[in-house]
T-cell receptor, first 114, second 115 residues
Framework: AQKVTQAQTEISVVEKEDVTLDCVYE???????LFWYKQPPSGELVFLIRRNSFDEQNEISGRYSWNFQKSTSSFNFTITASQVVDSAVYFCALSQGGSEKLVFGKGMKLTVNP | EAQVTQNPRYLITVTGKKLTVTCSQN?????MSWYRQDPGLGLRQIYY???????DKGDVPEGYKVSRKEKRNFPLILESPSPNQTSLYFC??????????????FGSGTRLTVV
């Protein structure tokens, strides 16, 4: 069975701090995809990144970076120099081969205070 | 603008009164899905479709029906809504797995209250 664990449920930081959101996944498949989504207070779900199981390259996009490590089954997300606009709930999700059952973690609420 | 459009955004209804939440995408995506989001339970998949006339159950399909007669539309039907179906619902769509554009785009959500 597939499972996504986001151990942190809520984090509060002060603006300009760096923050890392942890994501640990479980799957028996060798082919799978991992995602991060952002849900701001307005409620919509915004796609941030997709990674497939064959691509362990880390990725940086502006202040956002992602560290994918198959050895520890983790796909962590770091926000550098956080801003108030980063305040949101962040979800990690897993999709394994053979179906389109996208399994989400429970989400992590990030509050960035000015 | 590429988007997934859900309607209505908000709906209050009474137990047992059939309702349909519509979902339409303009990106020619093969895959479409419905999710519900509940406090403490997170996002759970209700149904998904990998193409026209191909649908399958997700993790919480009880009390819901779907159809995929056209590629762009994937309505969610509640034949006899009950209060435990009060939730925030999301529709999502994606290109096929393996494409460079694979990754789900979500609609803005439908907040349903069943009294």
């Amino acid at each position: 069975a597939q499972k996504v664990t986001q151990a942190q449920t809520e984090i509060s930081v002060v603006e300009k701090e760096d923050v890392t959101l942890d994501c640990v996944y479980e799957t028996r498949d060798t082919t799978y995809y991992l995602f991060w989504y952002k849900q701001p207070p307005s409620g919509e779900l915004v796609f941030l990144i997709r990674r497939n199981s064959f691509d362990e390259q880390n990725e940086i996009s502006g202040r956002y970076s992602w560290n994918f490590q198959k050895s520890t089954s983790s796909f962590n997300f770091t926000i550098t120099a956080s801003q108030v606009v980063d305040s949101a709930v962040y979800f990690c999700a897993l999709s394994q081969g053979g179906s389109e059952k996208l399994v989400f973690g429970k989400g992590m609420k990030l509050t960035v205070n000015p | 603008e590429a988007q997934v459009t859900q309607n209505p955004r908000y709906l209050i209804t009474v137990t047992g009164k059939k309702l349909t939440v519509t979902c339409s995408q303009n990106m020619n995506h093969e895959y479409m899905s419905w999710y519900r989001q509940d406090p403490g339970l997170g996002l759970r998949q209700i149904y998904y479709s990998m193409n026209v006339e191909v649908t399958d159950k997700g993790d919480v399909p009880e009390g819901y029906k779907v159809s995929r007669k056209e590629k762009r539309n994937f309505p969610l039907i509640l034949e006899s809504p009950s209060p435990n179906q009060t939730s925030l619902y999301f529709c999502a769509s994606s290109r096929y797995r393996g494409s460079k554009d694979y990754g789900y785009t979500f609609g803005s959500g439908t907040r349903l209250t069943v009294v």
